[in-house]
């Protein structure tokens, strides 16, 4: 089955610095990445997503890159805000009935004022 | 809030007691996920349905484990049997159709004693 490896386990940054946190995966038939944002109590909150015939998407601060070739992809987060501040979590899902997502361990960032 | 709702949001049970857990997924969705996710770790499958139909379950899902969606809206997962190691956060997610983008609910935290 899939296998998503994402690094790094924690990160810290200046508030107005980005933060990059990097994803790879093992099954070359996947081809949805999302990325999802966890708060302290509360479920995963989808913040970007791309399609495996896409090789960048963007939406303001946030943007996601994806290196099929290497089987890996990245969320690169610009003008961090101490809001920024949770965990990360990668994820990617299989062709197959299910389409189930397969998650990174996750990557606690935490934004310094 | 992303529209998932799910019930208790939290549960402390004694080792051997049956829990059961609700989702109510976003209105019109077919598909229903639903995932573990212990402390420090991303969420793992645990099983979904289109619509009433439970169409894969993951081997995590030992014998104790059942789950409905009685008609293709709300459903309960419920343990038998509680053991320790039950002990985490379980998360359901509902999609419009294979593929779609997983929108997740805030969790129900187990804690066995």
């Known amino acids: 089955g899939e296998n998503v490896e994402q690094h790094p386990s924690t990160l810290s940054v200046q508030e107005g610095d980005s933060a990059v946190i990097k994803c790879t995966y093992s099954?070359?038939?996947?081809?949805?990445f999302p990325w999802y944002k966890q708060e302290l109590g509360k479920g995963p909150q989808l913040i970007i997503d791309i399609r495996s015939n896409v090789g960048e998407k963007k939406d303001q601060r946030i943007a996601v890159t994806l290196n099929k070739t290497a089987k890996h992809f990245s969320l690169h987060i610009t003008e961090t805000q101490p809001e920024d501040s949770a965990v990360y979590f990668c994820a990617a899902s299989p062709l197959g009935s299910a389409r189930q997502l397969t998650f990174g361990s996750g990557t606690q960032l935490t934004v310094l004022p | 809030d992303t529209g998932v709702s799910q019930d208790p949001r939290h549960k402390i049970t004694k080792r051997g007691q049956n829990v059961t857990f609700r989702c109510d997924p976003i209105?019109?969705?077919?598909?229903l996920y639903w995932y573990r996710q212990t402390l420090g770790q991303g969420p793992e499958f645990l099983t979904y349905f289109q619509n009433e139909a439970q169409l894969e379950k993951s081997r995590l899902l030992s014998d104790r484990f059942s789950a409905e969606r009685p008609k293709g809206s709300f459903s309960t997962l419920e343990i038998q049997r509680t053991e320790q190691g039950d002990s985490a956060m379980y998360l359901c997610?509902?999609?419009?159709?294979?593929?779609?983008?997983?929108?997740f609910g805030p969790g129900t935290r187990l804690l066995v004693l």
């Open positions: 209105s019109e969705h077919n598909r």
């Open positions: 997610a509902s999609s419009l159709n294979a593929g779609e983008t997983q929108y």
């Open positions: 099954d070359s038939a996947s081809n949805y």
